[in-house]
């Protein structure tokens, strides 16, 4: 979702700046060193460089379903909150371990976490409502007002507090923008997924209908046809398949073929892309066309798309919860190659139970139902999964 890849990018961004910041500020903690007791700069610089890690880590984790994903801003929650307490914490405990002593090295005053104190409020903006980040930014950069008008000029004076009021000015304008970019987010989130529950229902809808007029083409044109040439005595062969005919058509098993609708190219790309984004943007997707494709029958198309569906969503459900899933798939001339691929945990084929229909029925069965359909599944324990779905033009 737009929403959950914004506070992932926000949280990784302030993490690396976090650690490269605490990597380089060499000189600043060397200077300051000389103003404070011994403990405070290996304990700073070891206590926001965990704490950045494990941010880094946070935003890394996650999952597909809803239950991992109010898991995954939870976790993103507590070590933004972490970073910005240490910071803070690590700022308060500069008083009690200053000397005293007054930097004279002219320029800005050798304190090495004035360069990565407001960063946690980049992140912050994206979990919590806006003023949260404004709140923690205006406490920190004042803390690091007092700490720098200490070491430079000896507590006299306003020079720090000017400098980090204006430097307060510029970052609120920039978390006010984020706060309002992501409102639209979750707006743009909100309206996806009532376009998607829409066109579910739309699509089932419309299935139940078809099937009701097929079931109804039937009783009409067969069943009844059936009824009314029964006379006594025993039915003659051609009577009896004809009662056959029409009771397999009932079942679904034979049915006059309909006149065969067809799918643009570009049509059939979009409609396997939707199947296979259907479970969330955390499936990588990848459906072309060669230049010479040609438009292909509406039911292949249908077909290959609920197989697709089917095989992501197994994906999803059981590969694991910090496993990949791509889909790559290509139309040409002579067909549809489509493959769903997964790095999880993979299992046993020989293992399934027959009748299970997530295999049997969503995904062989489809495709072997289909005339110049085939279907394959490769896979293993600890090995992950590969679906390979096709139709050859005959």
Same mark, same amino acid.
């Given at each position: 979702?737009?929403?959950?890849?914004?506070?992932?990018?926000?949280?990784?961004?302030v993490?690396?700046?976090?650690?490269?910041?605490?990597?380089?500020?060499?000189?600043?903690m060397?200077?300051?060193?000389?103003?404070?007791?011994?403990?405070?700069?290996?304990?700073?610089?070891?206590?926001?460089? &965990?704490?950045?890690?494990?941010?880094?880590?946070?935003?890394?984790?996650?999952?597909?379903s809803?239950?991992?994903?109010?898991?995954?801003?939870?976790?993103?929650?507590?070590?933004?909150?972490?970073?910005?307490?240490?910071?803070?914490?690590?700022?308060?405990?500069?008083?009690?371990?200053?000397?005293?002593? &007054?930097?004279?090295?002219?320029?800005?005053?050798?304190? +090495?976490?004035?360069?990565?104190?407001?960063?946690?409020?980049?992140?912050?903006?994206?979990?919590?409502?806006?003023?949260?980040?404004?709140?923690?930014?205006?406490?920190?950069?004042?803390?690091?007002?007092?700490?720098?008008?200490?070491?430079?000029?000896?507590?006299?004076? +306003?020079?720090?507090?000017?400098?980090?009021?204006?430097?307060?000015?510029?970052?609120?304008?920039?978390?006010?923008?984020?706060?309002?970019?992501m409102?639209?987010?979750?707006?743009?989130?909100?309206?996806?997924?009532?376009?998607?529950?829409?066109?579910?229902?739309?699509?089932?809808?419309?299935?139940?209908?078809?099937?009701?007029?097929?079931?109804?083409a039937?009783?009409?044109?067969?069943?009844?046809?059936?009824?009314?040439?029964?006379?006594?005595?025993?039915?003659?062969d051609r009577?009896?398949?004809?009662?056959?005919?029409?009771? /397999?058509?009932? *079942?679904?098993?034979?049915?006059?073929?309909?006149?065969?609708?067809?799918?643009?190219?570009?049509?059939?790309?979009?409609?396997?892309?939707?199947?296979a984004?259907?479970?969330?943007?955390?499936?990588?997707?990848?459906?072309?066309?060669?230049?010479?494709?040609?438009?292909?029958? *509406?039911?292949?198309? /249908?077909?290959?798309? /609920?197989?697709?569906?089917?095989?992501?969503?197994?994906?999803?459900?059981?590969?694991?919860?910090?496993?990949?899933?791509?889909?790559?798939?290509?139309?040409?001339?002579?067909?549809?190659?489509?493959?769903?691929?997964?790095?999880?945990?993979?299992?046993?084929?020989?293992?399934?139970?027959?009748?299970?229909?997530?295999?049997?029925?969503?995904?062989?069965?489809?495709?072997?139902?289909?005339?110049?359909?085939?279907s394959?599944?490769?896979?293993?324990?600890?090995?992950?999964?590969?679906?390979?779905?096709? +139709?050859?033009?005959?």
């Amino acid at each position: 979702m737009n929403e959950s890849r914004m506070r992932r990018a926000a949280s990784l961004t302030v993490a690396v700046c976090t650690i490269v910041v605490s990597c380089v500020s060499v000189i600043p903690m060397r200077k300051g060193a000389q103003l404070t007791a011994s403990w405070w700069t290996p304990v700073s610089v070891a206590a926001v460089v &965990v704490a950045a890690v494990l941010l880094f880590a946070g935003a890394l984790w996650g999952g597909t379903s809803s239950g991992r994903a109010a898991q995954r801003i939870g976790v993103l929650r507590a070590t933004i909150v972490l970073l910005a307490a240490v910071d803070v914490v690590m700022l308060i405990l500069w008083f009690p371990a200053w000397s005293g002593a &007054v930097s004279d090295v002219g320029g800005s005053p050798p304190i +090495w976490m004035a360069n990565n104190v407001a960063l946690p409020a980049l992140a912050l903006a994206t979990v919590f409502p806006v003023w949260w980040s404004l709140a923690y930014a205006l406490g920190g950069l004042a803390l690091l007002a007092a700490v720098q008008q200490r070491i430079g000029f000896g507590g006299q004076g +306003w020079d720090a507090y000017l400098n980090q009021a204006m430097t307060f000015g510029m970052l609120a304008v920039f978390l006010t923008m984020l706060g309002t970019a992501m409102h639209m987010a979750r707006n743009v989130d909100r309206s996806r997924g009532a376009v998607l529950a829409e066109t579910v229902e739309t699509a089932t809808a419309a299935a139940r209908g078809a099937e009701r007029r097929r079931v109804d083409a039937v009783v009409r044109d067969r069943v009844i046809g059936v009824l009314r040439d029964i006379t006594p005595g025993r039915p003659d062969d051609r009577r009896r398949a004809e009662a056959q005919i029409a009771m /397999d058509e009932l *079942d679904g098993i034979v049915a006059d073929a309909p006149a065969r609708h067809r799918t643009s190219v570009a049509d059939a790309v979009v409609r396997l892309r939707e199947s296979a984004i259907a479970f969330g943007d955390d499936v990588l997707v990848a459906v072309d066309a060669a230049d010479d494709a040609v438009d292909l029958p *509406d039911d292949v198309v /249908d077909i290959l798309g /609920d197989a697709l569906n089917e095989a992501v969503g197994n994906a999803v459900a059981h590969a694991g919860p910090n496993a990949s899933t791509a889909v790559v798939g290509h139309i040409a001339a002579e067909g549809i190659r489509v493959r769903i691929v997964d790095d999880g945990c993979g299992f046993d084929l020989a293992a399934i139970a027959p009748d299970r229909s997530g295999i049997a029925v969503g995904i062989t069965g489809r495709l072997a139902g289909l005339s110049g359909g085939r279907s394959d599944i490769r896979t293993s324990p600890s090995d992950g999964t590969m679906v390979s779905l096709e +139709w050859v033009r005959s």
